[in-house]
């Protein structure tokens, strides 16, 4: 890696890349002690944080990149939040809308039935409800 | 050049951090705390990355790895526990 | 028989990029031991995973995901916007109601997760039957307009892809 | 540094002590993990501090922080996990069997007649904590 | 070789009658009979060698460490005394056997008799003072097992229970003296000892030794204020009294005083305790015995009385008293024994010991009355029987002791004594055998069998022979003994009735006299002392052990009252106390080694620290709140790992944490939500006092050596883990191969953890668990999907996934931060997953795995990589590894330690799934049915076609 | 090398996944082969004595690794005394846990049982510190498993407790291994032995609160007070087999104090060195003192042997605490003695409650019940064991311990106090015994005991505990014998230096 414009490029990228993190890791955990609610508040990290995160995981890759590694690793924690995070957005905020039992600010469902955290779920079509009692573990 | 970016880097994820740790005593819900905690896990996440550019290592990989994955599950843990309290059934 | 051996080939190629990406370096050994845990993995847990959707369409996947991607930086700057910008008083949330044409789990599971990661919108829950998705927008005056784009931007690419 | 990790020990130890003395289960199970916390980074730092000298060999570090403690954390790490789980579960065992969590035992039968509802006021009070 | 032979012959012997009680009562008193003679034979078979002046001795080693050793020695004082003993004992095995009834189980008797027949025969033999310590404690066991013979009366419980206690604990108090008695003279030695009377007296620690050795002395023999368990001891059946209580235990006290005579007589000291202690004890008891109307009570007393005078004639410490001493042993020996046995026939015959109740016996039964008079007026001392010619001597004796100086003092108490004996031995003639018959006895009185008066009736004989040829009958066997009694030459003197109008004469006439006039005036002497106050041993003796027991009982209680807060308080305290003074005791300085500096960061994480430390104290009530701070504390330590250069610890940390928490959680479900508050505020201060010190005590700690410098052995680990070990993280080798056997017994612990966990959650689907968890209401609104449609996707692509990642951390592990225990977390999280997300039922059914076999197969993989390294000759545990080729692949590593890994995988994937999964599994017994169904809600199901459930 | 050593180990470590592998469900295949396996490691136990009786200190390099880099095993008098006498102890209690049908009221107890021996004897062999810490977590957990066999809400509590305490006390002796490993570098007990004596000045007060801190460790697993409180109730609730077993458990904190602190900071560890015993041995007269106050005040059979064993703990610390080698080998005769008493008594209480139907063990007259005569014969022995009365070896014992404190400052405290609480013993232990048996006699009617058979061997068991101390105490002579050179091999630690490090490392170098 001797060509100098290429390290300088990749250099710049990296303090980019590095800002951009951490601006947007700050603002997230900054929307995450200012912003009103909960629901409001799970905008903040579930968004910025991501971005946050994903630049410092870029701004390694390209740093060992440039000096001389080839590492795509991060690639997999990167795609590890992206796949993640959503849940647990949708997780906190279904634990949120339960224990405050927040079913009458909600909008209908326009269905027969009601948000699943509320109602129960229909019973699946033609089988018949599979339940079983106290299951015993194979080996016993 | 990269060590002030990192500086700076350090300095607003320490920062986050700390607002994480603000949300996290403050509540009032149990879902602020959760969700103040799995930011706190991501957090630590890219202060781990920044760690890796700082000492040219790849060696924090597994460790970041991990923490995603600890942390979703934890988040998944609480938050099923508040929906239904068994959170395997 | 080779569908019995080879249940999810996507899977095991994805699992096989998977492997190398971990080692984080390239070799035949690597690639080896990478396609043969690619193999013998779907197998040991493939009762975990019945009915796995198959997408289909390789270009418009990678359509998506690009838009996705976009979608979330243009998401994190607009957040971030909002929340260092705008004081608490002057936001405008509320909850939007998205009924559902996807049928299929995962491709449900694709779209609420789209929704959290772009701008302003969280998938907040679902309705008991599964056809309707429930959204909170961060600052959203007009809640019709957001259900539409959703619908428009995310819903039908996805259901060409998994339906 | 030195500071910094000593005065943590110290405050995790102290925690840990606090909870350990309480009068429930649950509570002296989580003083019980936090003292393993504070063994744990104990231990380790009898190894001395350095940042970044991981001991893991290669050709271009500049030295290596003493592994031999951090084997040991891990045992112990292991080992304390094995520890509360048992202690965990028999906490709740024995939760099930008395119907209380005190760890005191003349407390046994005073409070084992009020168990059947104890549920309701319990659960009452997590809900107020959680509003 | 004989001696050992006798001494131990009761002891092999007592499995006889045990064994022959089945062949009937006569054939169990025959075979107990025959060991007894045959000891008997054995010892005068041994008589003429003694009688020559030898001594005779075996030695056997025992326990040379101690200088314990198994040495007999027969002298004339052990043969007199051995002789005492199984003569008497066979006469009264002979009695027993009449005695007993059908309803008491006589082979038992008879075990325990000859058990105390060895002991005492043992202690007369030994020529070792810690073996005679040995058979002293044994007579005090065996006498304790035959006074409480008959169990279903109280007194004998209570009787036999003071017994021991007292004799016991005289004996305690021997064994203290006895080593130092030893530590003085060099030697436990008996005969060793003897010979250094100059050394012992001259010792200061003589007198310690002397006191203690004489309060077994004492207690033994009943001497005041120790006298109390005698009469009480009488619930015994009376063969056990005349032998153990009248004619051979209690005299085993004299016996020993009579032993260590030539080394411990002869002082002020010795005068003043042992004369002064016989001479109230001779009084005292006399006393008693006139106002007793048991008649074994009486007799009891009158033993304790004599005892008293034996114990003074000793403590005289002269040769002549000494010749006195022996002969009235020899004395009282038959008369008494004769006089129990006659008690006992009249407790037999007539069913009752009352004195008030009998009187006119001669005319009923003339046998045993003749036999009961002859032995009572011997021990009036009237002549010219046998108890007549030692008491003058007695007198003799005293008549020209002085005490502190005075001459009156001792003859004056001596006559009384003598005075009293002679009344209550009147009273005993009296106000049994003389007077009118009467028509009220319990039962109607005849002479027993023959067999029954027969051993009685040889005593009286021997009372009357000796009485009337004291020096042909007795005169050899007093010499001999006294002889060996003195150490030296024998005193000038003679055996006979008449020595002349001594002074003694004179104050013998007196006493008869004297106890004339007492029997005259008994009831209203009996009033004045009834009315008159004094302490009944027995209630102090009771009340004493009772109030220890009480207090023995408050103390443990109030101690151990089940608090274990502050059980551990006070261990705080201690490791505080030792800590604290461990220091102050040492030298210290202070560290020379360079700190870090601390950038921002690590800051703000030990901020997060203390912070989440402080938050989990304050919030600790909300127990849900403390695991999420509990978490926060986990999370910032791991990140300190990972910044202070230990990425295993980390990674390790971290998983281990989240597998807690959802254990916890888990737990949590039943448990309550919240802690009430009940500790006082001063408890929580102490509490916090005690945190803050055990907190600044390990921080202080930490800082002290961190900021030092040390040399280690891990120099080696880290030049030796590549060539060595093969493999480049240092730390996975060291858990895998230099120290492989920590962490064999690491994930053994974890396996053991899983089988306790499964055991105790089996047994929580019975009884009163059970019934709690059928009936548990969940104590929080449950949300109603039980499994997201959401979580339950992400959760099946997470799991090959994860299951990839773990394989790659297992196989890194070698090289770096990794290895088979966080694999194994891993890839027990993943699993976990799935069945949080669709829950217990369908993950369970889906999941092949046998957890038990998992961990179980662990450990033996593991193991067996260990044993493999037998096969090369080697030590268990020792890896080995090697670079394999195989074109076109790239070279790679094999190691056996990979093996080794294998197994900690397997055992904490199934510690880990057996612990949890089981507890799922118990927890669907609070409830009904569950679905199996992966998720809740099937957005593919036509909601029309299926109705509202 | 000697494969043997390890055997004691490898063995349980091995049989016990196995069982639950293989024979998980068949009890009567788990009793054969945890039979036979404890009858394998008393074998081998009995070859590793007679080997260790002929020669000096012998080591294991596990993985070949030299010391001090790895870990070691030391067989030596001491480890091979305690190794058989615990093989001895499993094989009567495992035979009276089988015969009783002790091991079917819950589950795993078997391989449990194994584990638990494998820890013992693991801690009993290892010449590694951190090592003995990890066999210690072995053997607690194990026991912590079995204590709560067949669980029940008093045994459940009471086992709280009892996890509790000793947590807290795994968690100490991490500090206490953490701080002398910062001081000294090592772990290896022969090499700490050296680099004790080298430690800076400087550095004293930080050593010896590691030693000292390690020395409560011990105490606590000792019942030493005031760190026993764990103990009455944790074995008074103990199914009473496991009781029994666990008598080994407290002599290995008196082990551990032996072992430590004769080699590590024995006498030639300059000013590391007296210290242990000033503490010790007044809290250790203190322990007797109230172990015999329990002895007396206790209301059940259990429980008073429980403090029964608390006084001899206290005797036997005592002992320890002189760190003479007369004292330390009369010790160790107390040790062994003291075992066997400990269990001995456990299985006859058992014996007694279970036949007495509701009055269990407690203190109190209960009618007539089967087999009375025999137990009470049993009891006495077991009693006149644990009070150290003639013939059983505990007088022996007793004799050996006053002997050994002869001419010390404190000869005249510790002889007091030896010989008084035998007294309250002797007092204590007759009246638990009059109440249980002789009392019955007095009451009407009988105790059917369950219909159930009474098997013979439970009894055969408990007798041969007792014969276990009437052979010690016949063959007093060639085991105090054994004793002597094993305390002298104690107080002559250079033996064991050299065997494990080598003479050359063993000098210092
Ligand atoms: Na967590
Ligand atoms: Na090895």
Redesign the pocket.
């Known amino acids: 890696m001797e060509s100098f414009p290429l390290d300088v490029l990749a250099e710049l990228l990296v303090v980019l890349l590095i800002v951009i993190a951490g601006v947007f890791g700050l603002v997230g955990s900054y929307g995450l002690a200012k912003l009103p609610d909960l629901m409001t508040r799970l905008h903040a990290p579930t968004k910025a944080t991501t971005l946050g995160v994903g630049g410092a995981l870029l701004a390694s890759m390209v740093y060992f990149l440039s000096s001389g590694t080839f590492t795509l690793h991060e690639l997999l924690i990167t795609l590890f939040l992206l796949l993640t995070a959503p849940i647990t957005a949708h997780m906190v905020a279904k634990a949120y809308l339960h224990a405050h039992g927040a079913q009458e600010l909600l909008p209908p469902t326009g269905r027969k039935y009601g948000w699943a955290s509320f109602d129960a779920a229909p019973p699946s079509g033609g089988d018949a409800l599979d339940s079983i009692e106290a299951p015993r573990l194979a080996e016993d | 050049m990269i060590e002030y970016a990192l500086l700076f880097g350090f300095g607003c994820f320490g920062l986050a951090l700390g607002l994480n740790l603000w949300r996290l005593a403050k509540g009032p819900t149990i879902a602020d705390r959760v969700l103040a905690l799995d930011t706190m896990v991501i957090n630590g996440i890219a202060i781990l990355m920044l760690f890796g550019i700082q000492f040219g290592t790849t060696v924090y990989f597994e460790a970041s790895l991990l923490f995603a994955m600890v942390g979703f599950i934890s988040t998944v843990a609480f938050t099923k526990f508040v929906l239904r309290g068994d959170i395997i059934e | 028989m080779f569908r019995k051996l080879l249940p999810h080939p996507l899977l095991s190629v994805a699992l096989t990029v998977v492997w190398l990406l971990l080692l984080n370096n390239f070799s035949l050994g690597g690639l080896l031991l990478g396609a043969i845990l690619g193999l013998l993995i779907p197998l040991a847990t493939q009762r975990f995973w019945p009915d796995r959707a198959t997408p289909r369409g390789p270009l418009k996947i990678a359509g998506y995901v690009l838009l996705v991607l976009w979608d979330i930086v243009v998401a994190n700057v607009v957040v971030a916007k909002v929340i260092v910008f705008k004081p608490n008083r002057r936001l405008a949330p509320c909850f939007v109601t998205i009924p559902l044409d996807l049928r299929t789990p995962e491709a449900i599971t694709v779209l609420a997760g789209t929704i959290t990661m772009t701008p302003g919108t969280v998938s907040s829950d679902l309705s008991a039957d599964g056809r309707s998705l429930l959204v909170h927008c961060l600052d959203e005056p007009d809640p019709e307009a957001a259900r539409d784009a959703i619908k428009r931007r995310y819903e039908t690419r996805l259901k060409e892809i998994f339906e | 540094m030195e500071l910094l990790v000593a005065s943590g020990i110290g405050a995790m130890t102290a925690a840990g002590v606090y909870l350990l003395l309480r009068a429930r289960t649950f509570p002296v199970i989580i003083g019980v993990a936090l003292l393993s916390y504070a063994v744990n980074v104990f231990l380790f730092a009898t190894g001395r501090l350095a940042v970044h000298r991981p001991p893991v060999i290669s050709d271009d570090a500049a030295g290596y922080t003493d592994p031999l403690p951090q084997a040991l954390v891990l045992t112990a790490i292991v080992i304390s996990f094995g520890m509360t789980a048992l202690v965990t579960i028999l906490a709740l065992r024995a939760y099930l069997e008395c119907g209380t969590d005190a760890v005191d035992t003349p407390e046994l039968d005073a409070t084992a007649q009020e168990w059947g509802i104890q549920t309701g006021p319990a659960g009452e009070a997590a809900e107020a904590e959680r509003r | 070789m004989s001696l050992v032979l006798i001494a131990l012959l009761p002891f092999a012997g007592a499995l006889l009658p045990a064994l022959m009680i089945r062949a009937g009562r006569n054939a169990c008193a025959l075979s107990t009979g025959a060991v007894t003679l045959t000891a008997l034979v054995l010892l005068l078979a041994e008589a003429p060698a003694v009688l020559n002046g030898e001594v005779v001795q075996n030695r056997f080693d025992w326990v040379p460490l101690l200088g314990l050793q198994a040495t007999f020695f027969l002298d004339g004082l052990g043969l007199f005394f051995a002789g005492l003993i199984l003569t008497i004992g066979l006469l009264i095995i002979l009695y027993a056997r009449f005695y007993l009834s059908k309803d008491d189980p006589m082979g038992q008797f008879y075990v325990f008799l000859l058990l105390f027949q060895g002991a005492m025969v043992g202690i007369v033999l030994s020529d070792n003072i810690l073996l005679l310590l040995v058979f002293w404690e044994l007579t005090s066991l065996s006498s304790f097992l035959l006074i409480g013979y008959w169990k279903h009366l109280p007194e004998g419980r209570q009787g036999a229970r003071m017994a021991l206690a007292v004799t016991g604990g005289g004996g305690l108090a021997m064994i203290a003296g006895m080593l130092i008695l030893g530590d003085i003279a060099g030697s436990y030695d008996l005969t060793t000892i003897l010979q250094q009377r100059e050394a012992i007296q001259a010792s200061p620690l003589y007198l310690p030794a002397l006191v203690l050795i004489l309060l077994g002395c004492f207690t033994k023999s009943a001497q005041f204020p120790f006298h109390f368990w005698l009469p009480h001891a009488m619930a015994a059946p009376t063969p056990v009294s005349a032998y153990l209580h009248s004619a051979t235990m209690v005299k085993a006290g004299l016996f020993l005083m009579a032993r260590m005579w030539p080394v411990l007589a002869g002082t002020e000291a010795w005068f003043y305790l042992v004369a002064t202690t016989g001479l109230v004890t001779l009084v005292v008891g006399a006393g008693i015995a006139l106002f007793k109307d048991d008649l074994k009570a009486l007799l009891a007393y009158s033993t304790v009385s004599h005892l008293g005078l034996v114990t003074m004639l000793l403590g005289f410490g002269t040769p002549m008293a000494a010749v006195a001493a022996v002969f009235h042993i020899l004395n009282h020996a038959t008369f008494k024994a004769a006089l129990f046995m006659t008690a006992g026939i009249i407790d037999h015959e007539t069913h009752t010991r009352d004195i008030k109740r009998l009187g006119g016996l001669a005319g009923l039964m003339p046998v045993t009355a003749t036999i009961g008079i002859v032995a009572a007026l011997s021990m009036a001392g009237v002549a010219p029987l046998n108890g007549f010619i030692s008491k003058e001597m007695m007198l003799e004796e005293a008549l020209h002791t002085p005490w502190a100086g005075n001459p009156w003092i001792l003859p004056a108490l001596v006559a009384l004594g003598a005075l009293l004996s002679a009344a209550y031995s009147f009273r005993f003639v009296a106000h049994v055998f003389l007077g009118p018959k009467r028509d009220d006895y319990p039962h109607h009185p005849h002479d027993p069998p023959t067999g029954m008066w027969l051993a009685p009736a040889l005593l009286v004989a021997a009372v009357v022979a000796i009485g009337l040829l004291p020096a042909l009958v007795a005169g050899p066997l007093v010499a001999l003994t006294a002889g060996a009694v003195i150490g030296g030459p024998l005193p000038d003197y003679y055996l006979s009735l008449w020595h002349g109008l001594t002074p003694a004469l004179g104050v013998s006439l007196l006493a008869v006299l004297g106890g004339l006039v007492l029997l005259w005036r008994h009831r209203p002497l009996e009033a004045w002392w009834l009315a008159l106050p004094r302490p009944e041993a027995k209630r102090l003796f009771d009340r004493g052990v009772e109030a220890a027991a009480t207090i023995c009982q408050r103390t443990t209680e109030a101690l151990h009252d089940g608090s274990l807060r502050r059980y551990l308080a006070i261990l705080v305290t201690a490791v505080l106390l030792v800590g604290g003074g461990a220091f102050l005791q040492g030298g210290h300085g202070a560290g020379t080694r360079p700190m870090l500096t601390a950038p921002v960061l690590p800051v703000l994480a030990w901020a997060l620290l203390v912070g989440a430390c402080l938050s989990l104290v304050l919030l600790h009530r909300n127990r849900l709140l403390a695991l999420i701070a509990t978490s926060v504390v986990g999370l910032t330590v791991s990140m300190a790992f990972i910044y202070l250069s230990a990425p295993d610890l980390a990674l390790t940390q971290i998983s281990v944490e989240v597998v807690t928490t959802i254990l916890l959680l888990l737990a949590l479900n039943l448990l309550p939500k919240r802690t009430p508050l009940d500790s006082s505020l001063p408890r929580r201060s102490r509490d916090g006092l005690l945190a803050v010190l055990s907190g600044l005590g390990a921080g202080a700690l930490a800082f002290a050596f961190m900021t030092r410098d040390f040399e280690t052995i891990s120099d080696y680990h880290l030049a030796q883990s590549y060539p060595g070990?093969g493999g480049t993280n240092v730390v996975n080798v060291i858990l895998?191969?230099?120290r492989?056997f920590d962490t064999f017994g690491e994930i053994i612990v974890l396996g053991i953890a899983s089988l306790a966990i499964f055991a105790l959650l089996d047994g929580a689907l019975h009884g009163p668990a059970l019934r709690r968890l059928s009936n548990w209401q969940p104590d929080q609104r449950r949300a109603q999907d039980l499994h997201p449609l959401m979580l339950v996707v992400a959760t099946r692509v997470m799991l090959p996934l994860s299951i990839m990642v773990g394989l790659y951390i297992f196989l890194r592990g070698h090289n770096s931060p990794g290895g088979g225990f966080i694999a194994g977390l891993v890839v027990a999280i993943a699993l976990l997953m799935q069945y949080m997300a669709s829950g217990f039922a369908w993950a369970q059914q889906r999941m092949q795995l046998n957890y038990h076999g998992v961990m179980a197969a662990g450990v033996i993989i593991a193991g067996l990589t260990g044993i493999g390294?037998w096969l090369a000759g080697r030590p268990f545990?020792?890896?080995d590894f090697g670079y394999v080729t195989i074109p076109p692949l790239e070279k790679f590593e094999l190691a056996t330690?990979m093996g080794f890994d294998v197994g900690v995988f397997l055992t904490v994937v199934g510690s880990v799934m057996l612990a949890l999964a089981n507890l799922s599994r118990v927890f669907r017994r609070t409830e009904g049915p569950v679905s199996d169904r992966p998720m809740d809600i099937d957005p593919s199901l036509d909601p029309r076609t299926a109705g509202r459930s | 090398m000697n494969h043997w050593i390890v055997v004691p180990v490898i063995l349980p470590a091995m049989l016990a996944p196995l069982l639950v592998l293989a024979v998980r469900h068949s009890l009567t295949l788990q009793r054969v082969f945890s039979a036979v396996g404890t009858a394998a490691l008393v074998a081998v136990s009995l070859g590793l004595a007679l080997r260790a009786a002929g020669g000096g200190p012998e080591i294991y390099e596990?993985?070949?690794?030299p010391a001090p880099f790895g870990i070691v095993l030391v067989l030596d008098r001491l480890s091979a005394l305690m190794l058989l006498l615990t093989g001895l102890l499993a094989a009567a209690v495992l035979t009276y846990a089988i015969s009783s049908g002790w091991d079917a009221r819950g589950r795993h107890f078997h391989p449990l049982f194994q584990f638990q021996l494998m820890g013992v004897n693991g801690a009993f062999l290892t010449g590694d510190l951190f090592n003995l810490f990890v066999f210690f977590e072995v053997l607690l957990i194990a026991s912590y498993g079995l204590m709560l066999h067949g669980g029940g809400a008093e045994r459940l509590k009471a086992g709280v407790q009892y996890i509790v305490v000793n947590l807290a006390g795994s968690t100490l002796f991490l500090f206490a291994v953490g701080t002398i490993y910062a001081v000294t570098g090592t772990l290896n007990m022969a090499d700490l032995a050296v680099k004790v004596q080298q430690v800076a000045p400087g550095d004293e007060a930080l050593l010896r609160v590691g030693a000292l801190l390690l020395l409560v460790v011990f105490a606590v697993k000792a019942a030493l007070v005031p760190l026993h409180f764990w103990l009455p109730g944790t074995y008074a609730n103990a199914p009473a087999p496991v009781a029994a077993l666990f008598a080994i458990m407290t002599k290995v904190g008196a082990y551990s104090i032996i072992r430590v602190y004769t080699l590590v900071f024995g006498a030639g560890a300059g000013d590391g060195a007296a210290s242990a015993g000033d503490w010790l041995l007044p809290a250790a007269l203190v322990t007797l003192v109230l172990g015999t106050a329990g002895v007396l005040g206790a209301g059940g059979l259990m429980r008073l042997i429980c403090y029964a064993l608390i006084a001899s703990m206290g005797t036997l610390l005592t002992a320890v605490a002189l760190f003479t080698p007369a004292a330390t080998a009369a010790a160790l005769y107390y040790l062994v003695h003291s075992t066997l008493a400990a269990a001995a008594l456990f299985l006859v209480a058992d014996l007694v409650a279970a036949r007495r139907g509701r009055f269990g063990d407690r203190l109190e007259a209960a009618p007539r019940f089967a087999q009375t005569g025999l137990l009470a014969s049993l009891f006495f022995l077991a009693a006149i064991g644990m009070a150290g009365m003639p013939p059983l070896s505990g007088f022996l014992g007793k004799l050996l311990v006053l002997d050994s404190a002869r001419g010390g400052e404190a000869t005249a405290v510790i002889w007091t106090l030896i010989l008084a609480t035998s007294l309250v013993t002797i007092v204590g232990f007759a009246r638990a015994g009059s109440a249980l048996f002789w009392k019955s006699a007095a009451l009407e009617g009988r105790i059917e005991a369950a219909a159930a058979a009474r098997p013979v061997l439970p009894i055969v068991a408990t007798a041969a505990v007792l014969a276990g101390m009437v052979v010690l105490s016949a063959l007093a002579g060639p085991v105090t014998g054994f004793l002597e050179g094993t305390a002298e091999q104690l107080y002559a630690p250079a033996g064991y230096i050299e065997a494990v490090l080598g003479a050359e490392r063993a000098a210092g170098g």
Do not use: P
Request: no cysteine.
């Open positions: 070990g895998v191969d230099f492989g390294a545990l020792t890896s330690a | 596990l993985g070949n690794w």
